[in-house]
């Protein structure tokens, strides 16, 4: 199912750690460095099957309708094929959604792409789902 992240390539480290940056941002509402890794074709796909578009994801998180208080990932891990990665995980996400505070256990799978090697990597897709125990 996943693979330990010590077990991965180092471009797959590398992705695993970008990943994290961006947890990180958003815990810490850095909108400015989220705008820039955000792809211009960005969708994030909510576990209720709702998309938003990079500017609506933004918008949300920068109104304070859905706020990241913290974090935690439990297991991720990630592949990488030339010019594209993807990142898979689980973790407790601490949100603020609508003004109701939740703890919700999640899966996700962030795609990320670059133009060349020689470029910064952009995440272009994001989804995420309740998991049940």
Same mark, same amino acid.
């Given at each position: ?52 578009? /990079?500017?609506?994801?933004? /918008? ?19 592949? @990488? ?10 973790? /407790? ?6 003004? /109701? ?28 789902? @309740?998991?049940?125990?």
């Amino acid at each position: 199912m996943y693979a330990p992240s010590f077990g991965q390539s180092q471009p797959e480290k590398e992705m695993l750690q970008l990943s994290r940056q961006i947890f990180n941002w958003e815990t810490h509402n850095r909108f400015d460095s989220l705008e820039r890794i955000f792809d211009e074709r960005f969708l994030v796909v909510g576990g209720s099957g709702e998309a938003q578009t /990079k500017q609506e994801y933004l /918008k949300r998180l920068t109104d304070g309708d859905f706020v990241h208080h913290d974090i935690e990932i439990e297991r991720d891990s990630a592949v @990488v094929v030339n010019n594209t990665a993807m990142v898979f995980g689980q973790g /407790k996400f601490t949100v603020t959604a609508s003004g /109701k505070d939740l703890i919700l256990n999640l899966s996700y799978m962030e795609v990320f792409t670059r133009v060349n090697p020689h470029r910064n990597w952009n995440l272009l897709a994001m989804h995420a789902g @309740v998991l049940t125990h």
